[in-house]
């Protein structure tokens, strides 16, 4: 294992790319940097912009007008970089699956490459960390 | 001869820790952990103690991939090496339990350098082509004109009762004899620190993240680095003006951590428990209560020293 790889493990900052869900992913990532769950144990940042981001935390079904700016996102993110895909429209499409659906672009895998999903509707601040651990210990 | 050269290593160890008590003094507070002292047993594969974790930001930084936007010109990559530099040069005049470059002018110097790793960075910011830094970039000018009156003149006060420009020959304990001064020159390091009711510059909610919006990888890193020294070096200046009492050997280490550890105390209470100022109103409450204690304290200098 490099080194880089070591610190890359060691303090992994997280961009939450909000791509047409409905809020719901969202208070559970919020709940998770509260109190109770506190992902900042662990050195986990949630940070404002992609260009100081490792992982990218994905939210929502990704419509067709927020395609081009997820592709932007993910380009702005510097190397080595994750994608964690989370609630069940980042993971499948959820409730908005059908391939005939005109304004979905798809999950988030049809658009960039995704190395954990977290199911769920929303998923636990369990869940979440789990995913970003998993993600963590991907590098 | 004083060991100054080991100033700057001094001050980027003792920065992150303080960076680290910062965090953790600021999650509790909030009612949170902040980054555990001892990890738990199933998560040893990442770490065992989170202590480390500004350095851990900071090597991590190094190690990813810089990506300079096309609209960036060359002072964008210059900028953060020269503010580097700043703060570096910095370390040599501010005293580390009393040791320090000797010179009598070494306050004009140190105020020139602190400013000038803040214009360095405004520089940078600005450089960088995007809309977010250069409203960053305003708001911090206008914090940096309306700032530099309380922190000078809350300085000069001791430059005053002791006749002297040399850091080292006012220090002591002069959060007794001049407690005007020492307020001034506290809520002026809020503001070149970036602390909560003073962190317009870098609002995360309303400008990404103001003059850093477009910096990343290793151009990052050394900003992080740069921030960990100005903490260390705000942060000993007013240990050492206000909270130092003489001392040599240990003893006088003794006293600098204290010193140092209660001023970060402070500074982070203050950090977690207030919002942030809206611009104009932090420009008009910097021109009117920490520049009329400033005003008050070089008054009680003259009176202290002259008249009495």
Not at chain 2, 89 to 102: M, N, Q, R
Request: charged share 15%.
């Amino acid at each position: 294992m490099s080194l880089s790889k070591i610190f890359m493990k060691k303090s992994p900052w997280v961009y939450h790319a909000h791509a047409g869900g409905c809020n719901g992913c969202d208070l559970e990532i919020l709940a998770c940097s509260g109190p109770r769950y506190d992902i900042e144990r662990l050195g986990i940042k949630l940070v404002a912009s992609p260009r100081f981001a490792d992982i990218l935390l994905v939210t929502g079904p990704v419509p067709l007008h927020t395609k081009p700016f997820l592709e932007r996102v993910y380009a702005q993110t510097p190397d080595p970089k994750r994608v964690v895909a989370m609630g069940a429209c980042g993971c499948s499409g959820g409730v908005l699956v059908d391939d005939e659906n005109y304004s979905i672009a798809g999950p988030v895998e049809r658009i960039i490459p995704v190395t954990v999903r977290i199911p769920g509707c929303p998923p636990k601040p369990e869940a979440i960390f789990e995913g970003i651990l998993k993600a963590m210990r991907s590098f | 001869m004083d060991p100054f050269w080991l100033n700057p290593i001094i001050a980027f160890f003792c920065g992150i820790f303080l960076s680290f008590f910062f965090r953790k003094v600021n999650a509790r507070i909030q009612g949170r952990r902040g980054p555990l002292i001892i990890v738990p047993q199933s998560l040893h594969d990442i770490n065992h103690s989170k202590v480390l974790q500004p350095l851990y930001d900071i090597l991590k930084l190094f190690s990813k991939k810089t990506i300079i936007p096309t609209a960036a010109r060359s002072l964008f990559i210059l900028s953060p090496v020269f503010a580097f530099l700043c703060a570096f040069t910095a370390c040599f005049f501010v005293p580390v339990a009393g040791i320090a470059y000797v010179y009598p002018f070494s306050l004009v110097i140190l105020f020139y350098l602190l400013m000038g790793e803040l214009l360095f960075e405004i520089v940078g910011g600005i450089a960088s082509g995007s809309l977010f830094s250069v409203i960053g970039g305003v708001r911090e000018v206008e914090l940096l004109l309306a700032n530099e009156l309380p922190f000078i003149l809350g300085t000069f006060a001791l430059a005053i009762s002791y006749n002297t420009l040399s850091i080292q020959e006012m220090m002591g304990f002069h959060i007794l004899t001049n407690p005007f001064a020492a307020i001034a020159l506290f809520l002026a390091i809020l503001v070149k620190l970036h602390m909560k009711p003073f962190d317009i510059s870098e609002a995360e909610s309303e400008i990404v993240s103001g003059l850093t919006t477009e910096y990343n990888g290793k151009l990052l890193g050394l900003l992080d680095a740069t921030k960990i020294i100005m903490l260390f070096v705000l942060v000993a200046l007013f240990a050492g003006l206000f909270l130092w009492v003489p001392a040599t050997g240990l003893a006088a280490w003794f006293i600098f951590l204290a010193g140092i550890g209660a001023t970060v105390l402070m500074l982070a209470i203050v950090h977690s428990l207030f919002s942030r100022f809206r611009i104009d109103q932090a420009t008009r409450w910097l021109l009117k209560v920490p520049l009329a204690l400033s005003i008050i304290a070089v008054i009680l200098a003259v009176v202290q020293r002259y008249v009495l």
